[in-house]
């Protein structure tokens, strides 16, 4: 099972992105999913969740309002849109995913490899 993260870049204060969380291998079901980012120096912290449904959400106070946690479960895949983007939102984004594997049917916890966003003032 793999967890791919992209749509990262260098933009301006006040531009959006999307970043993508797909994930691949031998899924039976994706349960919780969520976006975390850890800037340098500081602690990881958590963006937003979604339940597997997509029926409900959470966000971190600092990006309510600009940030919006969606996903495709026909594509096993997990969105974040980004929006109003601030040079505090600079971090790596990493995506997770609660995932019921195939061979074991046992839920394990995945972690993709990360994507830099940089939002320049």
């Known amino acids: 099972v793999q967890l791919v993260e992209s749509g990262g870049g260098l933009v301006q204060a006040g531009a959006s992105l999307r970043l993508s969380c797909a994930a691949s291998?031998?899924?039976?079901?994706?349960?919780?999913m969520g976006w975390y980012r850890q800037a340098p120096g500081k602690q990881r912290e958590l963006v937003a969740n979604?339940?597997?449904?997509?029926?409900?959400?959470n966000y971190v106070d600092s990006v309510k309002g600009r940030f919006t946690i969606s996903r495709d479960n026909a594509k096993n895949t997990m969105y974040l849109q980004m929006n109003s983007l601030k040079p505090e939102d600079t971090a790596v984004y990493y995506c997770?995913?609660?995932?019921?594997?195939?061979?074991?049917?046992?839920?394990?916890?995945?972690w993709g490899q990360g994507t830099q966003v940089t939002v320049s003032s």
């Open positions: 997770t995913a609660r995932i019921v594997v195939v061979t074991t049917g046992y839920e394990y916890n995945y």
């Open positions: 291998g031998s899924t039976s079901s994706i349960n919780a």
């Open positions: 979604i339940t597997s449904g997509g029926g409900s959400t």
